[in-house]
Structures are given as structure tokens and as C-alpha cells.
């Protein structure tokens, strides 16, 4: 039913272009690139805080001209939103929703170009809370690492991530063992889950209870 259920999601879909980005700053400010292309669909997240921390998405996601006509579909924990913001030459998005750090998101662009995320990288403890129920998930900060980590995760819990070369949900599927971690099977198997790069998000099927971890990130 939970495959069936993803699978399903996929319609929405029209591409995807890589989100794996590539950061440029390792001070308290920072950017990060994620690379467009034309009438593709990145699933993405933000991965920096907006300048005065506010995360509707004229101060988070800012486009070029090229990308009018460009979309954003968000989830709304059981449903894709109903909102669907568009970018405007020289206007920017109507309507303004709120996109968080941490959170999965579609955009579905006009023209290849380049996204550039500008703000604060999150330092110290950053809080997670994956609730019951299918979610879009992200890391946090600008940090390559497995998600959500070895430790966190309810027994049978699975994530799917999007093939890129094939443009649909893929066919490796994340599912959480209690006292052994993420398991997938294959070359890239690993206890912490999916490898994230900076920007990059999954959707997380959680069948049990809320839950709540902690991820320590500091700039050296």
C-alpha cells in the first residue's frame, strides 16, 4: 500500500535534474548552488537560513528571469498542496507559501540555470521531528551525509528517493531494522541511510510514532 501510494505521487512528475549542489562558503554565511534544467522537476530543499530567518519563499528561493512560468508543489502531510505558487518575470512567486528548512519540495523550472540558496548555515544541535506518515525530508544544513542516521528511524520504516536518470520514484527502497539501521542492499548499502548532498530530499514513510532527533553540525 505505501509503494502503491508513492508510486502514485510520481504522476506528478514531469523530470528532475540533480539536486546534488555544490557549497562554495564555509563561513557562518554561505551559498549553495543546485543546478537547473530546462522544463525538468528538482526535488529539493532548502538548505541554508534566509536572510532574518523568514522561509516564505520570495526570501528563500529566488529565480532568474529565464524561469517564468517555474512552479513549486509542496506536501501538505497528506496530500500535495493545493497552492501552487508560480514565478513571475520580474515579479517573483504569487502566492508566497512558507518552504522550511528541512523540507522536500518539487520545483518544476522553465529554462536551465542555476539556484543559488544565500543564508545562514545552521550551526550547533538542529532539532528533526519525522512524523507519522509519508513526509518530505531533508538535511538541515549544507552537509553531505547519510539521512536521517543509524540510530533513527522506526522497525519497517522506508524512504524512497528520486531517480534521477529515469525520472521516477526509484526502484531502491531505504526501510529501517530496529538495532541495525537503514538497509537497501546492493553496492551502496548503508546503516545511516540515503546519502544527502546539500539541497537534495527524500520522502519518509513512517508507520509508527513520531520521531524526534537531534543533528550536530558546526563550521570549522
Do not use: C, H
Amino acid at each position: 500500500m505505501r509503494t502503491k501510494t508513492l508510486l502514485g505521487l510520481a504522476a506528478l512528475a514531469v523530470g528532475l535534474i540533480s539536486a546534488s549542489a555544490q557549497v562554495y562558503s564555509l563561513n557562518v554565511v554561505g551559498y549553495v548552488n543546485v543546478p537547473l534544467q530546462a522544463n525538468k522537476l528538482s526535488f529539493i530543499s532548502v538548505p541554508l537560513v534566509p536572510n532574518g530567518g523568514n522561509f516564505n519563499i520570495t526570501n528563500s528561493i529566488v529565480l532568474d528571469d529565464t524561469q517564468d512560468g517555474a512552479n513549486i508543489y509542496s506536501w501538505g502531510g497528506t496530500a500535495w498542496s493545493t497552492t501552487t505558487p508560480q514565478w513571475y518575470q520580474g515579479a517573483g512567486w504569487f502566492p508566497d507559501v512558507a518552504i522550511n528548512n528541512g523540507q522536500g519540495f518539487f520545483l518544476a523550472s522553465k529554462a536551465a540555470s542555476t539556484l543559488t540558496f544565500v543564508g545562514e548555515v545552521p550551526q550547533g544541535a538542529s532539532t528533526y521531528t519525522i512524523p507519522t506518515g509519508l513526509s518530505t525530508l531533508a538535511n538541515k544544513v549544507p552537509q553531505t551525509a547519510g539521512f536521517p542516521g543509524a540510530t533513527v528511524g522506526n522497525d519497517g520504516d522506508n524512504i524512497y528517493s528520486w531517480d534521477l536518470a529515469n525520472q521516477r520514484w526509484s526502484t531502491t527502497t531505504w526501510q529501517y531494522y530496529a538495532g541495525a539501521g537503514w538497509n537497501a542492499g546492493g553496492a551502496n548499502d548503508d546503516t545511516n541511510g540515503p546519502t544527502l548532498n546539500p539541497a537534495d530530499a527524500v520522502f519518509y514513510v513512517n508507520s509508527g510514532a513520531a520521531v524526534p532527533f537531534t543533528r550536530n553540525f558546526t563550521v570549522q
